[in-house]
């Protein structure tokens, strides 16, 4: 089986941000004069749609309190003061092959659209994806709609789709549309974590990608 369309995370799949957004997160609290919490909560939450990820760091604030948090988020993450991004190592070569291969491509991310729209000027890939869609047009992973949503703009079915990510979140929403789905074990979630959702395989580098295509259409 050949899979048509290929669904990417952005951020710990194709770039490099964990220490940035935790970085971030760390700030906009600071702002607001609440206690930080630990680096491996922020880096659990990393995969889901801000609001959703402001809920889960703090269950008992208000919604008042997540608005500020997610605004402070912001400012800081369009400042130039916080840790740089940087895409993986092979990440833009990757694409570059898949796209020569005749895949079409696209993003599934618990960015906003502000951010990706950030992240895509600012690494020139912008050109590679035929569709993307972010946590605040629809619903957070692991929701399927972002997924349902571009498997009916690009005509494709589910069986013609592999969602590729780094986090559990994907994986699960991955499965919640039917999809098939390869973790990669580079980002932030642990390969076990991955594994728990069943994913036909987890791959240690974003170069490995058309190979493994190449060996998975053999088998």
Request: charged share 25%.
């Amino acid at each position: 089986m050949k899979f048509e369309l290929l669904i990417f995370d952005w951020d710990g799949t194709l770039m490099d941000s964990e220490a940035r957004i935790i970085s971030c997160v760390e700030a906009a609290v600071r702002d607001l004069g609440m206690p930080v919490p630990d680096t491996d909560s922020i880096s659990n939450i990393i995969g889901l749609g801000l609001k959703e990820a402001v809920h889960q760091l703090f269950p008992d604030a208000d919604d008042q309190l997540h608005l500020q948090i997610a605004a402070r988020y912001r400012v800081h993450f369009f400042s130039d003061e916080e840790a740089p991004s940087q895409l993986f190592d092979g990440a833009r070569e990757t694409l570059q092959e898949l796209t020569d291969r005749g895949h079409m491509l696209a993003v599934a991310t618990g960015k906003g659209r502000q951010g990706l729209d950030y992240a895509l000027e600012t690494t020139g890939l912008g050109d590679f994806f035929h569709l993307t869609r972010c946590a605040d047009e629809t619903f957070s992973k692991p929701h399927p709609e972002m997924l349902n949503q571009i498997l009916e703009l690009s005509g494709m079915n589910p069986h013609q789709a592999l969602m590729i990510g780094d986090t559990e979140y994907d994986m699960e929403m991955a499965v919640n549309a039917g999809m098939s789905c390869l973790g990669v074990t580079y980002g932030v979630h642990a390969a076990e974590r991955l594994r728990k959702h069943k994913p036909l395989d987890c791959i240690d580098h974003i170069a490995m990608i058309p190979n493994w295509l190449d060996d998975y259409v053999k088998s």
